[in-house]
């Protein structure tokens, strides 16, 4: 498998534009977890799925955020209007319970984001 | 709520040593503990997984134990080199979520 998979690795854009963010899962895996890091602020939940389902999205930051998963191999994240202070690194992650439970989070590289 | 506590948030060392890095979780009600290593501007890899039924994981020179009752995992790194210099983050998985400290930047000095 190649992993989880995120596009674009890096993106600049200026304040007001509308930012996508996309994620491939692991295949296989059941839960799709979006996550954010800053210096500031460590790595933060934002939303996650599990069978493409959103269930928690209590930590996505504003109604300027939206998360959506409309089949087990594709999610995005979107940002609109985008913001200065949302300026971070987007990680998506994808696990399963497997049939050892083992439940291994993988992530991928990351989606650098850059709000001038 | 689980809280993970990771301390030091910072640790130096010379080339060679051997040292420990500690996470502590409040809810003892987990499924697995997972270690990562994130370099600069990169992503967070997998070190380690110790199921909630296990007291330790070894990859290596990397040893993890938990014990789930006091809320405590370490991760021992044996034999230190520069190239361990990294941020070590450690996740709890607690069903559903899993809930990450804030890391330990370790530095390893030749």
């Known amino acids: 498998d190649a992993g989880v998979i995120q596009s674009p690795r890096h993106e600049v854009t200026e304040m007001g534009q509308e930012v996508t963010l996309r994620c491939k899962p692991i295949s296989g895996h059941d839960y799709l977890f979006w996550y954010r890091q800053t210096m500031m602020r460590g790595l933060e939940l934002l939303i996650y ?4 389902v959103p269930i928690d999205d209590s930590g996505m930051p504003e109604d ?9 191999s594709f999610s995005t994240l979107k940002i609109q209007p985008s913001e200065p202070r949302d300026s971070a690194v987007y990680f998506c992650a994808s696990s399963s319970p497997g049939a050892s ?4 989070l993988t992530f991928g590289a990351g989606s650098r984001l850059t709000v001038l | 709520k689980q809280e993970v506590t990771q301390i030091p ?9 051997n ?27 997998s070190l380690l997984l110790i199921q909630s039924s296990q007291r330790e994981q070894t990859s290596g020179r990397l040893n993890a134990s938990l014990d789930k009752s006091s809320g405590r995992s370490t991760l021992y790194i044996a034999a230190s080199q520069p190239g361990d210099s990294a ?19 370790l530095t390893v000095i030749p």
């Open chain 1, 101 to 104: 439970g083992a439940n291994v």
């Open chain 1, 64 to 72: 300027r955020f939206s998360a959506k998963m409309p089949n087990a």
């Open chain 2, 87 to 105: 941020t070590y983050l450690c996740a709890v998985n607690g069903g559903n979520q899993f809930y990450f400290g804030t890391g330990t930047s």
């Open chain 2, 9 to 17: 948030a910072a640790l130096s060392v010379p080339e060679g040593e």
């Open chain 1, 49 to 52: 799925f599990n069978n493409n």
């Open chain 2, 19 to 45: 040292l420990v890095l500690n996470c502590s979780f409040t809810d003892s009600a987990i499924y697995n503990l997972q270690w990562f290593r994130q370099d600069p501007g990169k992503g967070l890899t």
